[in-house]
């Protein structure tokens, strides 16, 4: 039996192997598949999981997972990986997953930024997204981050100065605090990032750009904007290899409905948009999202909050090209970007407004945080600050938190916890994705060797089989059709071997109103047949996002017949 790895995060030949693995011992629920190359010329892998006994994962309707957007936040790698090795180990034993798996299909693709996570996990050093130069071809003059003392860790320094912002705080002496606006007299210092000075003159520098400054993140279609506008937004809308491949596949794997994204941190899940109010988004979307965000509440703990209303650092502070925004806006699908793990919510802390907090919280804030890591991580989340001789400035202090493990990312220990809970939100999630089946076929003999032929079809799913309102709006999602297929001797006297019939409703337009409204999931097709008793017809349902089903029926003299309808 294969088991999932807690005690680290894979690299990506760990992540490879860990792929392939599963896919060799579940051979009937997995397909693995590399959608392109990233831009160092590593695969980008995605995991398809359904059972394809029970049909082609086209033919159902799809739920996306994606992580690792950012170079750093490898929580959500590690809870993507987590996702699959739940869904195909439980699979014989939850009947949940089986009906998961039988009738839907899950897209995972566990790593997006495999060559910025490669370097992250095996060097001090940080970055966003990619390891292409940009937007800069060379390194820019200034301060760059590095680890200058060789402990393998890029902290921060703090040198003495009269000019100074900060001052150490009075409630334990790791803090910095903010000096006051009127104070003077005191010891006062400069906080930066632990790093070198190129081309340093022994006067003045600058914060320099970092030379891997691209974002994914930004780098979508919805609201773009250039560099001077939004930073690390790229060259163009999908101008990297790695954001173009996943949307191409999107492109070509139509029957996706939802997705969630992995991110971190914060503790909290983000919905759409992050520039426009919730007055854009259709009302019903809006209390879908509303309903489906208590879910996650509930489960994760996590709440919910618009990006636009909740996760804004200031009222002109917008973000422009996310992934988020795009895959609502362009597709109509209901998702999630969900920021993993925080130490302040872990501390104990409690946050009234995650953008204030994340801008400036009070000192009684970081002593929580500081205990926590005392009595949770026995001291080594943060680095007690020594004095460095730094070849360019002289004498300075160097410690704080090591940011990469247990700011950034989940310390390893928490993980079990942190990926089940993410796990349980995932699959009600998917779970909720519209579902088409056959409810009825009658067959009625009108004598003669003529046929009157019903066939009704039902959407048994939460969702519409158009997913969202906004799909509708941008024509994201094609009719339902349907195709009758005769054999020879048999023909159509009435009613279209092919025809378009409009979408079904599921159970969520009920959740908003105690009154049903009618059988708006039920649609029936008729036709009027010629041919000879015994002969086979086949009736095919095709929706893009809620499966295909099949039926195949018998014409018989007698009174009325009702067949047994086949398909997902």
């Known amino acids: 039996m294969i088991s999932f790895d807690f005690s680290h995060y894979y690299t990506y030949t760990e992540l490879v192997d860990y792929l392939n693995q599963m896919a060799t011992h579940y051979p009937q629920l997995v397909q693995l598949k590399t959608i392109g190359q990233s831009y160092a010329g590593r695969d980008i892998w995605v995991m398809i999981l359904t059972n394809q006994k029970t049909g082609n994962y086209l033919e159902k309707p799809g739920y996306w997972i994606d992580a690792n957007t950012h170079a750093g936040e490898v929580t959500g790698s590690a809870v993507a990986c987590y996702i699959i090795y739940q869904l195909l180990t439980q699979y014989p034993n939850d009947p949940a997953i089986a009906r998961l798996l039988d009738k839907y299909t899950v897209y995972v693709l566990p790593r997006l930024a495999v060559d910025g996570a490669e370097k992250y996990l095996t060097s001090p050093h940080w970055l966003r997204s990619s390891i292409r130069p940009y937007p800069y ?58 790093g070198l000075i190129r081309n340093y003159d022994g006067y003045g520098f600058k914060i320099a750009p970092p030379v891997e400054g691209m974002d994914f993140n930004r780098n979508y279609p919805h609201l773009w904007a250039p560099e001077g506008k939004q930073k690390g937004s790229g060259d163009f809308p999908l101008s990297e290899p790695e954001t173009r491949a996943e949307v191409e596949f999107w492109q070509e794997n139509r029957n996706i409905n939802g997705f969630i994204s992995y991110h971190t941190y914060g503790a909290v899940i983000l919905r759409p948009y992050s520039n426009h109010s919730d007055d854009e988004l259709p009302l019903s979307d809006l209390e879908i999202y509303k309903i489906l965000g208590n879910k996650g509440k509930k489960l994760t703990g996590y709440d919910c909050v618009s990006i636009y209303h909740g996760f804004r650092y200031h009222s002109q502070d917008f973000t422009y090209g996310a992934m988020d925004d795009y895959a609502y806006d362009h597709f109509g699908w209901f998702g999630f970007t969900i920021e993993l793990w925080d130490i302040a919510t872990e501390s104990g802390v409690i946050k009234q407004d995650h953008r204030i907090w994340n801008i400036d919280h009070p000192p009684e804030d970081d002593l929580k945080m500081l205990q926590w890591n005392d009595e949770k991580l026995g001291g080594e989340g943060f680095i007690n600050w020594q004095p460095f001789d730094h070849p360019q400035l002289g004498e300075v202090e160097i410690g704080g938190w090591n940011y990469k493990t247990c700011w950034q990312n989940a310390p390893a220990k928490f993980l079990p916890d942190l990926c089940q809970k993410q796990y349980n939100f995932a699959v ?21 060797d003529i046929y009157y032929v019903v066939v009704q079809v039902e959407n048994q799913g939460f969702l519409p089989t158009y997913t969202s309102k906004k799909a509708l709006e941008r024509k994201a999602v094609r009719p339902i059709e349907v195709i009758l297929s005769l054999p020879d001797g048999v023909t159509l006297i009435s ?74």
């Open 428 to 448: 009600s999630q998917a779970l909720l994705c519209p579902l088409l089946a056959i409810a009825r076929t009658d067959i009625t003999y009108q004598g003669g």
């Open 495 to 568: 009613g279209h071997l092919e025809q378009e019939i409009d979408h079904l409703e599921g159970r969520s337009n009920k959740v908003l109103s105690w009154l049903a409204k009618g059988t708006d999931y039920r649609r029936q097709v008729e036709w009027v047949i010629k041919g000879h008793s015994g002969a086979e017809i086949e009736v095919t349902v095709c929706s893009e996002r809620a499966g295909t089903v099949r039926t195949s029926l018998s014409l018989i003299h007698n009174d009325c017949f009702t067949g047994e309808p086949h398909g997902s």
């Open 137 to 194: 071809p060379d390194e820019q003059d200034g301060l760059h981050r590095e680890d200058i003392n060789g402990d393998g860790l890029i902290l921060e320094m703090r040198i003495k100065d009269d000019c100074g912002a900060w001052k150490v705080s009075e409630l334990d002496p790791r803090i910095m605090v903010h000096r006051e606006p009127e104070e003077f007299g005191g010891t006062y210092y400069t906080l930066l990032s632990e």
